[in-house]
């Protein structure tokens, strides 16, 4: 059984930054296509970024050229280096493959941007 554990959320002001890591129980990254969602309080979950097997990128517009994913398989690790964070970017945060299969989704990290 699949877990995916995220981490790195917490409270950072305006501009700031921060970097989430999701570590996956068992190697799916080998072969899977990894996303990292977001939840703001009444909204829809979205997708905010993925990344291929192969390492291929894309980004949804709103975190285009502030966010970065990227993976380590070794690590079975994905990470979301997110830079110049604004009040919008305010969720909770989870990865899952794309697309998203409903068994792994974990409790998530929550990303607050405030100052």
């Known amino acids: 059984q699949v877990q995916l554990v995220e981490s790195g959320g917490g409270l950072v002001q305006p501009g700031g930054s921060l970097r989430l890591s999701c570590a996956a129980s068992?190697?799916?990254?080998?072969?899977?296509?990894m996303g990292w969602y977001r939840q703001a309080p009444g909204k829809e979950r979205e997708l905010v970024a993925r990344?291929?097997?192969?390492?291929?990128?894309s980004y949804a517009d709103g975190v285009k050229g502030r966010f970065t994913i990227f993976r380590d398989s070794t690590k079975n690790t994905v990470y979301l280096q997110m830079r110049s964070l604004k009040p919008e970017d305010t969720a909770a945060y989870y990865c899952?493959?794309?697309?998203?299969?409903?068994?792994?989704w974990g409790k998530g990290t929550l990303v607050s941007v405030s100052s």
């Open positions: 899952n493959s794309f697309p998203a299969f409903a068994g792994y």
């Open positions: 068992r190697s799916i990254f080998s072969d899977d296509t």
């Open positions: 990344i291929t097997s192969g390492g291929s990128t």
